[in-house]
């Protein structure tokens, strides 16, 4: 026998939904070299809903809550993948689980796949827009230069693993290879 989705479980999942994007508001903004980033408690709400209201209820209430944040708060273009991988959190967490109380080891497995889930999606959505956009070539290139975290030889010589800085290169650092060929001193900072 098929179950009904209930007034109910509207209710639950609107209720639970209100605190996951309470839980977005009430963060920690980074800004990156890269863009902007954030600390929050999303996940925790996520994964809280499906612990305790079960796959279905529990992962449409993380979706829809985060889902109206980032259409709310200027991350609308990344909405439609936050609605689908902050429901595989809560639905995973409830499989998991069933919606009903377990022993400790059971319920970290469940938030343990749950956000390894979310972060398997998230990583693989980057990868793959890099991929179309044609940036994922860049990506060692990147990592050397655009983040900060490169090592004053890689900076100098050019070898960040991707093509060697140039006047067009993400962060438009100068020459890289060429200054070095031509046998002169680049600057490291």
Same mark, same amino acid.
């Given at each position: ?39 929050? +408690?999303?996940? $925790?709400?996520?994964?809280?809903? @499906?612990? !305790?209201? %079960?796959?279905?209820? *529990? #992962?449409? &209430? ?18 439609? +993948?936050?609605? $689908?991988?902050?429901?595989?959190? @809560?639905? !995973?967490? %409830?499989?998991?689980? *069933? #919606?009903? &109380? ?29 991929? !179309?956009? %044609? ?38 650092? %100068? ?15």
């Amino acid at each position: 026998m098929k179950k009904k989705f209930t007034t109910q479980d509207m209710v639950i999942v609107g209720l639970m939904a209100a605190v996951v994007y309470a839980a977005t508001i009430v963060r920690v903004e980074i800004p990156t070299p890269m863009g902007k980033t954030m600390l929050h +408690f999303a996940t $925790v709400a996520c994964l809280l809903s @499906g612990l !305790l209201f %079960g796959p279905v209820r *529990g #992962g449409l &209430a993380g979706g829809i809550g985060s889902f109206f944040f980032d259409i709310f708060n200027g991350w609308a273009s990344s909405a439609p +993948f936050t609605l $689908v991988f902050k429901f595989a959190i @809560g639905f !995973l967490a %409830g499989l998991i689980t *069933g #919606g009903k &109380a377990c022993k400790t080891p059971r319920t970290l497995l469940a938030c343990a796949v749950g956000s390894y889930a979310y972060t398997v999606l998230y990583l693989t959505k980057d990868f793959i827009r890099d991929l !179309l956009l %044609g940036g994922a070539v860049e990506t060692p290139h990147r990592r050397c230069i655009g983040k900060g975290g490169h090592l004053p030889f890689q900076w100098y010589t050019g070898d960040c693993g991707g093509r060697p800085p140039g006047p067009g290169s993400p962060g438009g650092l %100068g020459a890289g290879r060429d200054v070095q060929k031509a046998g002169g001193v680049r600057p490291l900072l």
